[in-house]
């Protein structure tokens, strides 16, 4: 099922299938009224969700998303946020194996949404509640208070990092 944000540029709002907007598409090719710019501002749109649908994972209610970055933790975080999301957080196994698959199609370690706190060694996810996942690599985490910000390796266990490493960018939304 495809889902389209609330309020997206198109006229089927949302529109739940892949069916839906190819009816559409259709009818708007067979003659159908829409303004040139409204026409051109869903076309626009739609080919851009249908080009990411290789890109997107759905996972309970997240929806998760690269742009195929790799940035240092802080510029990661900040482009998820402008994007009206937040870095990749696991909650649970199910969403930790989504995220993998976007960190195995890319190839990269990425960052997580989860910050050691204030007491070395204890991390948090980044809107400051406490970890009731975690899937450390064996050994991990040990940076002792040096590596504050947490990746995901390409087996899907995590590892604590320093924040200014380059990593790949996966948000959720």
């Keep these: 099922m495809l889902h389209f944000p609330h309020g997206s540029m198109g006229p089927c709002q949302p529109c739940t299938t892949l069916l839906e907007f190819l009816s559409l598409s259709t009818q708007i090719a067979k003659g159908g009224r829409l303004k040139l710019k409204k026409l051109t501002?869903?076309?626009?749109?739609?080919?851009?969700?249908?080009?990411?649908?290789?890109?997107?994972?759905?996972?309970?209610?997240k929806m998760l998303a690269s742009n195929g970055k790799r940035v240092d933790f802080a510029s990661a975080l900040q482009s998820c946020e402008e994007a009206g999301g937040?870095?990749?957080?696991?909650?649970?196994?199910?969403e930790n194996k989504a995220i993998l698959s976007i960190v195995r199609q890319y190839n990269q370690y990425a960052y997580l949404g989860i910050k050691e706190g204030e007491i070395s060694g204890q991390f948090k996810y980044i809107n400051g509640m406490p970890l009731n996942y975690t899937n450390w690599h064996q050994y991990e985490p040990n940076g002792k208070g040096r590596e504050k910000c947490v990746e995901m390796y390409t087996d899907g266990s995590w590892n604590d990092k320093k924040c200014n490493q380059y990593r790949l960018t996966i948000c959720e939304f």
Excluded: C, D
């Design 41 to 61: 501002r869903f076309f626009s749109f739609h080919v851009l969700v249908l080009a990411l649908k290789e890109k997107i994972r759905e996972v309970g209610e």
């Design 86 to 94: 937040t870095l990749a957080t696991p909650t649970n196994e199910e």
